[in-house]
């Protein structure tokens, strides 16, 4: 016990040593070099930036740059200790970027990491920045940062799949610079910069780390086509309000794939904005002409992916591939057609009351038949056509399987009609003709590239190869088969002859390659209550090589849609097919 | 025992003295992450400084409490307390979040993180403390010794794993201050002292991180690496230097407010100290931290039995060792190894952890057996 409180002493004295230790070592630090490291305090101006790594560049598959890195000049201000200067700064500085003096002092004093300058100003022009570094006397703790800015070469052709990036941080906020922001951004780096008591920077800047430029996409995309595809739905979109067949034809959608790789090859969205201009995204700072309806106004949706709608007899293929796959109807079986009817209490009629008389699968598809489906749809009932629209894609399936690389909206269940407790007969003759049920157009691509490459389910999607900034390939994508099923081979080949007769006989007539197609009118009973156009296509009908689909929403008969369809195909066929 | 035999035996100068530590850290909280126009309600309820506030009042009443209860009552909790300790030990290490350089230390709880390793130490001392002075126990023998150091291993493995060098060393403090009180073999001790020696230079050169080794390397020689952690070595040692004897004034230092200093409100707080309020201002932080410690070894001389007094011994090993590194590394004179500064740093896992331990101390001294005196 004595040892033990004789250790303990020891002990105190040990710790009593150690504490006198630490008073030499700060005597020696504090008072006796206190002058020198103070004086080194006084001139130590280390200023430490940020250096934003130049964003990845997207361009597409016919190698046109989509969207790239300009250099703009950001001004900011780092802390200046002394009270008067920092407020002489200040009030330099605002006068001389008519800023308000208020905000730009409550900026820096809420900023949290006083080490770093703060960006008061960006965008600043080349001649604003040549006046403030001749004031820069005046302004102690001006920082004048070249930064990269984002910039897309072609303003509104790609805004939806691209989507925008936030000026401050840099980061992709949607579309694809959002879902490979990761690849794209890079790493920002830093270096340390010494100024003078002017604070005007002397030397050479130090790396810390020095800024990795982000990877490059190439896309799937053809420029070229997105432009055709473009211009011809504005037109025929324009065209129709004019003629005042359909006033309210605003708004549409085209989606072109290759069904044998689930490659997007175009995506265009009507109305869309300008991708380079902040505020146009942002209601209000788009300047739409007074007669667009509200409903209209949404240029920040991507109709492809995001938006759907009842898709009309463009759904006549699923639902005569899912009675001849089950069969409840054979290839060659006629079903009468008196031009009007009722199937399971449900009044049916074909477009213009026209009796088709005795007709087949090929003749109904070829003349839209809306009894002989809405026959078909009868005989399958409601479950049996719900388990063909899941092979085909167009279930709730999508939501969380990533149907394209492109991150989606909130999606609500594809199928949800099915679930309401209202249900009775005439429900299945109107699914079976592409009423109640919702689809987008991507969605409708997807089933119609089924058809033609014979039951593969491709996954769409946009991004073909990243490469770093020395030029090496990091990843090169490969198609994605997400399911296939087994068709019928004769079954799958009295479609694609309904689809050819289809197109043949009206839309298509004179068409460079024989090409399949088909026209839908959804009826939408929602205001402003025009009907909506469809058309679905492929070709060559021997060896397809591109799907199309087209959606004017509000556009009326089918027919109109099928117009943008042969534009399409005529650059196809004249300017693409030769190249493969 | 009586209630006011407790009140009479109640060490009320030392539970101060904790507490205007505590204060004192929240002072330098608030200098360290808020700059000099900044008004009053702000720093109040600035995210730094109202942590600490509520984390130093959990922790007096975590004190208080600690100290009424016996604590010869915690010798029957020694096992579930050592084996949980090891078990969220283990758990940093599978599911720990990391955070400066890739460190895994924290643990996430509700809105909280903490940090398992500053807990830990208590239990070490706890479990030194209750193996050493088993009656039937005595470290004559190499064999026994062994026994002793035995707990005292698997934490401490798991915590320089993480990797938290500093923390690891801690223990070792702990250890050698108990062993020592407990009466370890002079020859014994000058035994384990070279083996450690030999055991640090191959761990160094083995088992060592790259960037452990460079600290110590760069401990060295800061000027070889300006722009990495030379850099926080230089820039702290010229805050230190530039208070000078009178200090710039409280919320007045350009290294500290301009965030040349990184850490600045938790391991590097001492800077922030020698900057503002000068060597006169460290003299006085060092003078009133000498005198808890002085009054935790009168405990320990005062205490009734062994157990108690290892308590103490292990506390105090534990404060005057984090406080000679802490502050010796910020004037360059100890390597950086990422220690807090007890009762002063920011953290809460590390305030709380001491207050348990000052808890523990007071419940030593409150409950001594007065009839000696």
Same mark, same amino acid.
């Given at each position: 016990?004595?040892?033990?409180?004789?250790?303990i002493q020891v002990?105190r004295v040990v710790?009593?040593?150690v &504490?006198?230790?630490?008073v030499?070592?700060?005597?020696?630090?504090?008072?006796?070099?206190?002058e020198r490291?103070s004086s !080194?305090?006084e001139s130590n101006?280390f200023?430490?930036?940020?250096?934003?790594?130049p964003?990845?560049?997207?361009?597409? #598959?016919?190698?046109v740059?989509l +969207?790239?890195?300009i250099?703009?000049?950001?001004?900011a201000m780092?802390y200046?200790h002394?009270?008067?200067?920092?407020?002489?700064a200040?009030?330099?500085?605002?006068s001389?970027?008519n800023?308000?003096?208020?905000?730009?002092?409550q900026?820096?004093r809420?900023?949290?990491?006083?080490?770093?300058?703060?960006?008061?100003a960006?965008?600043?022009?080349?001649?604003?920045? +040549?006046?403030?570094?001749?004031?820069r006397?005046?302004?102690?703790g001006l920082?004048?940062?070249?930064?990269?800015?984002?910039?897309?070469?072609?303003?509104y052709?790609f805004s939806?799949?691209?989507g925008r990036?936030?000026?401050?941080?840099?980061t992709?906020?949607s579309?694809?610079?959002?879902?490979?922001n990761?690849?794209l951004?890079?790493?920002?780096?830093?270096?340390?910069?010494?100024?003078?008591?002017?604070?005007v920077?002397i030397g050479?800047p130090?790396y810390?780390?020095? +800024?990795v430029?982000?990877h490059?996409l190439q896309?799937?995309?053809d420029a070229?086509?997105?432009?055709?595809?473009?211009?011809?739905l504005?037109?025929?979109?324009?065209?129709?309000?004019e003629n005042?067949t359909a006033e309210?034809?605003?708004?549409?959608?085209?989606v072109v794939?290759?069904p044998?790789?689930?490659?997007?090859?175009?995506m265009?969205?009507e109305?869309t904005?300008?991708?380079n201009?902040?505020?146009?995204?942002v209601?209000?700072?788009?300047?739409?002409?007074?007669e667009?309806p509200?409903?209209a106004?949404?240029h920040?949706?991507?109709?492809?992916?995001n938006?759907?709608?009842?898709?009309?007899?463009?759904m006549?293929?699923?639902?005569?591939?899912a #009675?001849?796959?089950t069969?409840?109807?054979?290839?060659?079986?006629?079903?009468?057609?008196?031009?009007?009817t009722?199937?399971?209490?449900?009044?049916?009629?074909?477009?213009?009351r026209t009796?088709h008389g005795? &007709?087949?699968?090929?003749?109904?598809?070829?003349?839209?038949?809306?009894i002989y489906?809405?026959?078909?749809?009868h005989? !399958?009932g409601?479950?049996?056509?719900?388990q063909?629209?899941e092979i085909? *894609?167009m *279930?709730?399936?999508h939501?969380?399987?990533?149907f394209t690389?492109i991150p989606?909206?909130?999606?609500r269940?594809?199928l949800?009609?099915r679930?309401?407790?209202t249900?009775f007969?005439?429900?299945? &003759?109107q699914?079976a003709?592409?009423q109640?049920?919702?689809?987008?157009?991507?969605?409708? +691509?997807?089933?119609?590239a089924?058809?033609a490459?014979?039951?593969t389910h491709?996954?769409?999607?946009?991004v073909?190869?990243?490469? /770093?900034y020395?030029g090496?390939?990091?990843?090169h994508?490969?198609?994605t088969?997400i399911? =296939?099923?087994d068709?019928?081979p004769a079954h799958l080949?009295?479609i694609?002859?309904?689809?050819l007769?289809a197109?043949r006989?009206?839309?298509?007539?004179g068409?460079?390659?024989?090409?399949a197609?088909?026209t839908?009118? #959804?009826?939408?009973? =929602?205001?402003?209550g025009?009907?909506? #156009?469809?058309?679905v296509?492929?070709?060559p009908? /021997?060896?397809?090589?591109?799907?199309?689909v087209?959606?004017?929403?509000r556009?009326?008969?089918?027919?109109?849609a099928?117009? &943008?369809g042969?534009d399409?195909? /005529?650059?196809?066929?004249?300017?693409?097919?030769?190249? /493969? | 025992?009586g209630?006011?035999?407790f009140?009479?035996?109640?060490?009320?100068?030392?539970?101060?003295?904790v507490i205007?530590?505590?204060?004192? %850290?929240?002072l330098?909280?608030a200098?360290?992450?808020?700059t000099?126009d900044?008004?009053?309600?702000?720093?109040?309820?600035?995210?730094?400084?109202f942590r600490?506030g509520?984390?130093?009042l959990?922790?007096?009443?975590a004190?208080v409490?600690l100290s009424?209860?016996?604590?010869n009552?915690?010798?029957r909790f020694i096992?579930?307390?050592?084996?949980?300790?090891l078990?969220?030990?283990?758990?940093?290490m599978f599911?720990?979040?990391?955070?400066?350089?890739?460190?895994?230390r924290?643990?996430?709880? @509700?809105?909280?993180?903490f940090?398992p390793?500053?807990f830990?130490?208590?239990?070490?001392i $706890?479990?030194?403390?209750?193996?050493?002075?088993?009656?039937?126990?005595s470290?004559?023998s190499w064999?026994?010794?062994?026994?002793?150091?035995?707990?005292?291993v698997?934490p401490?493995i798991?915590i320089?794993?993480q990797?938290?060098l @500093?923390?690891?060393?801690?223990?070792?403090?702990?250890?050698i201050g108990?062993?020592f009180?407990a @009466?370890?073999?002079w020859?014994? $001790?000058?035994?384990?002292?070279?083996?450690g020696?030999i055991?640090?230079?191959?761990?160094?050169?083995?088992?060592?991180?790259?960037?452990?080794?460079?600290?110590?390397?760069?401990?060295l020689?800061?000027?070889?690496?300006?722009q990495?952690?030379g850099?926080q070595i230089?820039?702290?040692?010229?805050?230190v %230097?530039?208070g000078?004897f009178?200090?710039r004034?409280?919320?007045?230092?350009?290294?500290?407010?301009?965030?040349?200093?990184p850490?600045?409100?938790?391991d590097?707080?001492?800077?922030v100290?020698g900057e503002?309020?000068g060597f006169?201002?460290a003299?006085?932080l060092l003078a009133v931290?000498?005198?808890m410690?002085w009054?935790?070894?009168q405990?320990?001389?005062?205490?009734?039995?062994l157990?108690?007094?290892?308590?103490?011994? %292990?506390?105090?090993s534990?404060?005057?060792?984090?406080?000679?590194?802490n502050?010796?590394m910020t004037?360059s004179?100890m390597?950086v190894t990422?220690?807090?500064?007890?009762?002063?740093?920011?953290?809460g896992?590390?305030l $709380?952890?001491?207050?348990?331990?000052?808890g523990l101390v007071?419940?030593?001294?409150?409950?001594?057996?007065?009839s000696?005196?």
């Amino acid at each position: 016990m004595k040892e033990n409180l004789f250790r303990i002493q020891v002990l105190r004295v040990v710790a009593t040593a150690v &504490v006198l230790f630490l008073v030499y070592s700060l005597f020696h630090v504090q008072v006796v070099e206190g002058e020198r490291w103070s004086s !080194m305090a006084e001139s130590n101006r280390f200023r430490r930036f940020t250096q934003v790594a130049p964003r990845g560049s997207i361009y597409s #598959a016919d190698g046109v740059t989509l +969207a790239t890195n300009i250099k703009t000049y950001d001004v900011a201000m780092s802390y200046e200790h002394d009270r008067q200067l920092r407020e002489q700064a200040i009030t330099t500085l605002c006068s001389l970027l008519n800023l308000d003096t208020d905000e730009v002092t409550q900026l820096l004093r809420t900023h949290q990491r006083k080490f770093e300058p703060v960006v008061v100003a960006s965008g600043v022009s080349f001649e604003k920045v +040549a006046m403030l570094e001749e004031h820069r006397y005046l302004i102690p703790g001006l920082v004048i940062q070249v930064n990269p800015r984002r910039h897309f070469p072609q303003p509104y052709l790609f805004s939806q799949p691209l989507g925008r990036v936030s000026a401050r941080e840099y980061t992709g906020i949607s579309g694809l610079e959002r879902q490979w922001n990761d690849y794209l951004q890079g790493q920002s780096g830093s270096y340390i910069i010494q100024v003078n008591a002017n604070h005007v920077p002397i030397g050479e800047p130090v790396y810390d780390r020095e +800024a990795v430029p982000g990877h490059d996409l190439q896309l799937t995309l053809d420029a070229e086509l997105q432009q055709v595809a473009q211009d011809s739905l504005r037109r025929v979109l324009e065209k129709l309000r004019e003629n005042e067949t359909a006033e309210n034809a605003w708004a549409g959608a085209v989606v072109v794939i290759d069904p044998n790789t689930g490659r997007i090859l175009a995506m265009v969205s009507e109305p869309t904005f300008d991708i380079n201009n902040p505020n146009s995204f942002v209601q209000g700072g788009i300047i739409y002409p007074e007669e667009v309806p509200s409903w209209a106004r949404t240029h920040g949706l991507d109709r492809t992916v995001n938006y759907r709608k009842p898709i009309g007899s463009t759904m006549k293929m699923l639902t005569g591939m899912a #009675a001849l796959e089950t069969g409840n109807v054979s290839s060659s079986e006629t079903i009468r057609c008196t031009g009007r009817t009722e199937i399971s209490n449900q009044p049916t009629q074909c477009y213009a009351r026209t009796a088709h008389g005795n &007709v087949d699968m090929i003749r109904a598809l070829e003349v839209s038949c809306n009894i002989y489906f809405g026959n078909l749809g009868h005989r !399958m009932g409601r479950d049996v056509f719900y388990q063909y629209l899941e092979i085909f *894609g167009m *279930g709730w399936e999508h939501r969380n399987a990533g149907f394209t690389d492109i991150p989606f909206g909130e999606q609500r269940d594809a199928l949800d009609y099915r679930l309401r407790d209202t249900w009775f007969g005439g429900h299945n &003759v109107q699914i079976a003709y592409g009423q109640l049920n919702e689809f987008t157009p991507m969605q409708v +691509a997807n089933y119609v590239a089924m058809i033609a490459n014979g039951g593969t389910h491709y996954k769409p999607y946009l991004v073909e190869t990243i490469t /770093d900034y020395t030029g090496e390939v990091v990843e090169h994508f490969q198609p994605t088969i997400i399911k =296939s099923h087994d068709f019928d081979p004769a079954h799958l080949e009295t479609i694609r002859q309904g689809m050819l007769a289809a197109a043949r006989g009206g839309h298509m007539r004179g068409v460079a390659q024989p090409t399949a197609g088909k026209t839908g009118t #959804a009826e939408d009973r =929602s205001p402003p209550g025009n009907a909506h #156009a469809w058309w679905v296509g492929y070709g060559p009908y /021997d060896e397809p090589e591109i799907v199309v689909v087209v959606f004017l929403e509000r556009g009326g008969l089918g027919l109109r849609a099928a117009e &943008v369809g042969r534009d399409i195909f /005529d650059f196809w066929y004249e300017h693409r097919q030769d190249n /493969d | 025992m009586g209630r006011e035999k407790f009140l009479r035996n109640f060490d009320w100068t030392l539970l101060a003295t904790v507490i205007l530590l505590g204060l004192f %850290g929240l002072l330098m909280v608030a200098a360290s992450t808020n700059t000099g126009d900044a008004e009053l309600r702000e720093i109040l309820t600035s995210r730094f400084v109202f942590r600490q506030g509520v984390f130093l009042l959990i922790g007096i009443g975590a004190m208080v409490l600690l100290s009424i209860i016996d604590y010869n009552e915690w010798r029957r909790f020694i096992i579930p307390i050592y084996i949980f300790t090891l078990f969220v030990l283990l758990l940093v290490m599978f599911r720990g979040q990391s955070g400066i350089l890739g460190a895994q230390r924290w643990i996430q709880i @509700g809105f909280f993180s903490f940090q398992p390793s500053e807990f830990a130490k208590i239990t070490i001392i $706890l479990t030194m403390a209750v193996v050493l002075s088993r009656e039937d126990f005595s470290i004559d023998s190499w064999y026994n010794l062994a026994l002793a150091i035995g707990p005292a291993v698997p934490p401490m493995i798991l915590i320089f794993m993480q990797p938290d060098l @500093g923390t690891s060393l801690v223990f070792i403090a702990i250890t050698i201050g108990a062993l020592f009180v407990a @009466g370890i073999r002079w020859i014994h $001790l000058g035994i384990l002292s070279l083996s450690g020696l030999i055991g640090s230079v191959l761990a160094y050169l083995f088992v060592f991180k790259d960037y452990q080794q460079q600290r110590l390397a760069i401990f060295l020689d800061p000027w070889q690496d300006l722009q990495g952690m030379g850099w926080q070595i230089i820039q702290s040692k010229i805050a230190v %230097g530039s208070g000078q004897f009178w200090g710039r004034g409280l919320f007045q230092g350009t290294q500290s407010q301009l965030d040349f200093l990184p850490e600045k409100h938790t391991d590097f707080i001492f800077s922030v100290v020698g900057e503002e309020l000068g060597f006169l201002g460290a003299m006085a932080l060092l003078a009133v931290y000498l005198f808890m410690v002085w009054k935790v070894f009168q405990v320990a001389l005062e205490a009734k039995d062994l157990f108690g007094r290892l308590i103490c011994i %292990g506390v105090s090993s534990m404060l005057i060792f984090q406080l000679v590194v802490n502050v010796g590394m910020t004037i360059s004179v100890m390597p950086v190894t990422g220690l807090p500064l007890p009762l002063i740093s920011y953290g809460g896992s590390s305030l $709380l952890a001491t207050c348990i331990g000052m808890g523990l101390v007071l419940s030593v001294a409150a409950h001594r057996d007065t009839s000696l005196f």
